[in-house]
């Protein structure tokens, strides 16, 4: 039978209507310049619409053309988030899942990569039945696409799509393009459109300035949309008047018109643009929803961060990738949750892990004045001897350590080379002439795997089980025989060292029941010296702290009460 024109991916349109759903989306986009916390704007409008009783899902749509973030250096993005479905996400992502306190998917991540590529392989394959591959209608119908599947698929009774980049940028057109044309097909009481600007102050005639704002809507326009909503980002309170003229020139009612200063805390930003600005009534206009937020959880959250930074607790995190803020961003907000949940701030101390390589470092004075150490994941061997150092520290003086991901493998060869007297045990990923006999090797490729193999989507991503053994630190933090945790690694501890390290009081208490691998590790005897094989960092949350790192402060902190 003859394929219709109107079954093809270019004749597929409101998929999201034919299914019966009344799903609304609010899209978020930014001008003047990136950084200025869309992504926290995105996440706290979530927060209240969830705290309005309304089932909240989000997408970050990024305009580069890489597949995914997996292979992106953190230097340049950040972190690379992870999904309980294995995607290697924006770190955005991550600030939406914290925010909500819901677990995303896939679909919350979506790329011009991965658009592109969907697109040329429906060429490829013939679907558009030989028409001329375009643009508009094929790849905004695939963006298009993808937002009503997440409606459908999530059953949200909002969408919160944010689009990565500012307006402007070439890259990014094609996404403006796809909201304009799903905001005409939805119709009214259904879109909302944010648009985030920035108001600069001007050091030489001490004012702050409106016209990047106007700008930036203007390119907006440009693009056939006009924002129902202005969040003002500044360093400083707005006068009222230059709010006046931003909402007239830039034709958005005043009350849409809502200044988004910089605040002591990002948690702090639901409360102010709810409890200051009412946004959930603003917003409720144009969604044609009556919205009435509990915020009870937020403000029981600031009475408790309020109190806690009463009392300090001094935290090492030993890396190297510190000189990008972003790149340790989960494991950061994971250690402050965890000390706010015990009545205190964590004073997290960055100790480079080259540095600390050398001996006469004056990081190791910084590094012993820390009730706690924490390293986190990483790749390749730069810095490994450094935080391997920091592991020895902590075994050997008693002071709480959390390895994450290669923080839990370098603690392992570091308590192997000791114990098994062989300084030169090592890791697969570090032999990189393979010069070493593989009987060195504490940690070994993932089971399957080769070199050869290309980079991207080739880890062990996502969920997987863990049977925790009772009797153990682990045990006391979970609370439970069976736990689920997300994963980012491409090496696995070798099981043939396995034995040998037990009888000198290595305790393997997380096993992957279906390979019989190790999860989780930790020294018998020790306050708290525990490695993780996965990312608890992920499913940590500002107002419910992961067990694994609430259990490490309550250790940190017992230690740093006696003194040590």
């Not at 009612?253 to 009534?281: C, G, K, M």
């Not at 990008?324 to 949940?341: G, M, N, P, T």
């Not at 608890?536 to 490490?552: I, Q």
Request: net charge negative.
């Amino acid at each position: 039978m003859k394929r219709r024109a109107e079954d093809s991916p270019a004749g597929r349109e409101n998929s999201c209507e034919k299914s019966g759903l009344e799903t609304r989306f609010i899209f978020i986009t930014g001008g003047v310049s990136s950084s200025l916390g869309k992504g926290i704007a995105a996440a706290s409008i979530g927060a209240i619409m969830k705290a309005a009783r309304q089932r909240v899902f989000f997408q970050k749509l990024d305009p580069y053309l890489n597949v995914d973030s997996g292979t992106m250096n953190p230097f340049q993005h950040g972190e690379v988030f992870v999904t309980d479905d294995g995607a290697e996400t924006d770190l955005d992502i991550g600030h939406y899942e914290r925010f909500v306190n819901e677990s995303l998917t896939r679909m919350s991540s979506i790329t011009a990569g991965q658009v592109f590529r969907t697109v040329l392989d429906n060429e490829r394959r013939g679907e558009y039945l030989g028409g001329t591959v375009q643009y508009i209608p094929h790849v905004t119908d695939t963006i298009k696409e993808r937002m009503h599947r997440a409606a459908k698929e999530s059953k949200a009774d909002i969408v919160i799509v944010e689009v990565g980049g500012t307006v402007g940028d070439i890259e990014g057109a094609v996404f403006l393009e796809a909201i304009r044309q799903l905001r005409s097909e939805l119709g009214p009481n259904r879109t909302c459109h944010v648009h985030m600007g920035f108001v600069p102050h001007m050091e030489a005639s001490d004012e702050l300035k409106t016209k990047p704002m106007q700008h930036s809507v203007i390119k907006v326009r440009e693009s056939g949309l006009q924002p129902d909503m202005i969040l003002a980002r500044a360093d400083r309170a707005i006068p009222m008047e230059l709010l006046d003229k931003i909402s007239l020139f830039c034709g958005v009612r005043r009350d849409a018109v809502i200044p988004a200063p910089t605040l002591h805390s990002i948690y702090d930003v639901p409360l102010y643009l709810e409890q200051e600005h009412h946004i959930a009534e603003v917003m409720g206009r144009y969604l044609g929803l009556t919205l009435a937020p509990d915020m009870s959880e937020w403000e029981e959250g600031r009475r408790l961060h309020e109190e806690a930074q009463e009392h300090l607790i001094p935290i090492a995190l030993v890396g190297k990738y510190l000189h990008v803020k972003d790149a340790y961003l989960s494991v950061y907000e994971a250690i402050r949750s965890a000390a706010v949940h015990h009545n205190h701030k964590a004073d997290i101390m960055l100790i480079d892990s080259e540095e600390l390589e050398s001996a006469g470092s004056p990081l190791w004075e910084d590094l012993k004045r820390c009730a706690g150490i924490v390293v986190p994941g990483g790749f390749g061997s730069r810095g490994v001897e450094g935080k391997m150092a920091a592991a020895r520290f902590a075994r050997t003086q008693g002071v709480p350590y959390l390895g994450l991901c290669l923080g839990a493998q370098l603690m392992v060869i570091d308590f192997a080379r000791d114990v098994l007297k062989d300084g030169t045990l090592t890791s697969q990923e570090f032999d990189e002439k393979k010069i070493l006999d593989p009987s060195k090797y504490v940690v070994h490729f993932l089971p399957g795997q080769h070199e050869g193999k290309e980079k991207g989507g080739t880890l062990r991503l996502g969920a997987y089980t863990c049977a925790v053994q009772a009797g153990t630190k682990a045990f006391e933090a979970y609370g439970r025989s069976e736990i689920s945790e997300r994963h980012r690694h491409r090496y696995e501890f070798n099981n043939d060292f396995r034995v040998r390290l037990e009888k000198h009081g290595l305790v393997f208490s997380g096993i992957w029941p279906e390979t019989g691998l190790a999860e989780i590790v930790e020294v018998e005897g020790h306050p708290f010296m525990v490695g993780t094989q996965f990312h608890p960092e992920f499913k940590s949350r500002p107002h419910h702290p992961h067990p694994m790192f609430a259990k490490f402060a309550e250790a940190a902190l017992a230690c740093h009460a006696g003194g040590l």
